[in-house]
């Protein structure tokens, strides 16, 4: 009995391993960006705490933007003219800039980080129709 438990285990951690690997695209919630006139539609990717976000209008495009991770990583949008600004910010410690003073102290310079940035043309979304 006992030489059957690291079988066990393993085919549990298998499970779960590929059970998180596969896109659930639960609804979660849905946010106003530029002002209300567009939305990102927030699905879970996975339940490892990956979420997947769609910039929308409702009525003339869906884009998939991308995956993040709950605990490190945002995108922020802004709208300027007809075009959408999106960031990727990651934050906290692993991704922390530091500063060494003369005294030798260190401090936190800054603890974000873009890692992606994506410019859409919403005249292009809405002339491609798309809603992937």
Known sequence: MM????????GILWGVLL??????????????????RLFVEVFEANSLGLDADYLTDSANFRKYIGDWDEEH???LYTCKGDSVY???????????????????????????????????????????????
């Open 86 to 132: 999106i960031l990727k910010r990651v934050s906290g410690n692993r991704w922390a800039k530091w500063d060494t003073t003369a005294d030798g102290k260190r401090t936190v310079v800054s603890n974000l980080d873009t890692t992606e940035t994506l410019t859409f043309s919403l005249t292009q979304l809405k002339s491609e129709k798309n809603f992937k």
């Open 73 to 75: 990583e945002r995108y």
């Open 19 to 36: 059970t998180s690997c596969f896109r659930s695209h639960k609804y979660k919630f849905t946010s106003k960006v530029c002002g209300g």
């Open 3 to 10: 030489k059957s438990y690291p079988l066990i285990i393993c």
